[in-house]
T-cell receptor, first 109, second 116 residues
Framework: GQQVMQIPQYQHVQEGEDFTTYCNSS?????IQWYKQRPGGHPVFLIQ?????EVKKQKRLTFQFGEAKKNSSLHITATQTTDVGTYFC?????????FGQGTELSVKP | SAVISQKPSRDICQRGTSLTIQCQVD?????MFWYRQQPGQSLTLIAT?????????ESGFVIDKFPISRPNLTFSTLTVSNMSPEDSSIYLC?????????????FGPGTRLTVT
């Protein structure tokens, strides 16, 4: 199956700084999904991208899908303490989600 | 949306014993999925459970170790058999919500298992 690699593994930022996590695949992906898992919680769906070059925004979060559909990114502008958690990208293969390794974000107030 | 509950929420078990985890969904779904999340790691799919047929297991997971039941369209169980400390993980079930605009997965709250 297709694998997705996600970097960085950890990111520590000062509140107000920006944050970006990247997801890469060696093969073309039909879709990419992003989830957020708060400490002690379960993954919660954020968004799905399916089109080449697609860009979607949710308030301070910007999601991009590369032109070749092999990479994706999640960018958070001006982080807040409520953004703390682990962000996972994932590829949906007929309902089965193949997750990246996740990026754990900590925000220092 | 789907609301998923799991029982138990956590348990501490002795090695060599088995634990059955229950997953209940508030709507009828065709497929249910079971994931494992080891401490500090990502989620790994264990198997896909379809109602009326045997579960489909991913590479590295076998039915003898992780038997799954799917008696109806709203319920599934995962058993972790003959447990060892390496089985200490969070086990999560999920369902997919799919329509013409896309799909998303809803996850249960997870079962935190510690094997001593």
């Amino acid at each position: 199956g297709q694998q997705v690699m996600q970097i960085p593994q950890y990111q520590h930022v000062q509140e107000g700084e920006d944050f970006t996590t990247y997801c890469n695949s060696s093969t073309t992906l039909s879709n990419i999904q992003w989830y957020k898992q708060r400490p002690g919680g379960h993954p919660v769906f954020l968004i799905q991208l399916v089109k080449s070059g697609e860009v979607k925004k949710q308030k301070r979060l910007t999601f991009q899908f590369g032109e070749a559909k092999k990479n994706s990114s999640l960018h958070i502008t001006a982080t807040q303490t409520t953004d703390v958690g682990t962000y996972f990208c994932g590829h949906n293969q007929g309902g089965k989600l193949i997750f990246g390794q996740g990026t754990e974000l900590s925000v220092k107030p | 949306s789907a609301v998923i509950s799991q029982k138990p929420s956590r348990d501490i078990c002795q090695r060599g014993t088995s634990l059955t985890i229950q997953c209940q969904v508030d709507s009828q779904v065709t497929m249910m999925f079971w994931y494992r999340q080891q401490p500090g790691q990502s989620l790994t799919l264990i198997a896909t459970a379809n109602q009326g047929s045997e579960a489909t297991y991913e590479s590295g997971f076998v039915i003898d170790k992780f038997p799954i039941s799917r008696p109806n369209l709203t319920f599934s169980t995962l058993t972790v058999s003959n447990m060892s400390p390496e089985d200490s993980s969070i086990y999560l079930c999920s369902v997919e919500d799919s329509n013409r605009w896309g799909s998303k997965q809803y996850f249960g709250p997870g079962t935190r298992l510690t094997v001593t």
